[in-house]
């Protein structure tokens, strides 16, 4: 296993050079449940790509807007962004995402494909993608 850190203090790399799989995992699972991250909620990712900076960020604003309606779901649901993505423009497109966590990704998917629909059927976006993935493998 090779694993690329900034400091060799980092609980990673000191369990790591122990060879305390354990004690790392320990560590580890106290953060995601404190953070609440996997696997103690699931993932969405939704990345809205376009050629034109502002129209992919009011676009992606509306998605968020019409998901507004997760909030009223007795789920516990936390929704981030949009923001730039980390590599912000490719292939002379911008990059925006939003993160939704929740604690059963399948109760929003109607919510979630009914946001996706209007988007498409808005002129305004005709040149803007939406695309969403849940449990991605990573949220880059």
Not at 75 to 101: E, F, M, R, T, W
Not at 121 to 130: G, I, L, M, P, R
Request: charged share 25%.
């Amino acid at each position: 296993i090779f694993c690329l850190c900034d400091t060799a203090a980092s609980p990673i790399a000191s369990g790591e050079q122990n060879h305390s799989y354990e004690k790392f995992y320990e560590g580890e699972i106290k953060v995601r449940k404190a953070m609440w991250y996997p696997p103690f909620c699931d993932l969405v990712s939704v990345i809205v790509t376009g050629v034109t900076e502002n129209i992919t960020v009011r676009c992606a604003n509306s998605f968020k807007k019409h998901i507004t309606g997760l909030n009223e779901l007795d789920s516990k649901i936390q929704i981030l962004g949009p923001i730039p993505a980390h590599i912000s423009k490719i292939k002379n497109k911008y990059v925006y995402k939003i993160l939704i966590k929740c604690e059963n990704a399948d109760k929003i998917t109607d919510i979630l494909s009914r946001a996706q629909e209007d988007i498409r059927k808005n002129k305004t976006y005709e040149y803007v993608s939406v695309v969403i993935d849940k449990n991605p493998n990573s949220t880059n």
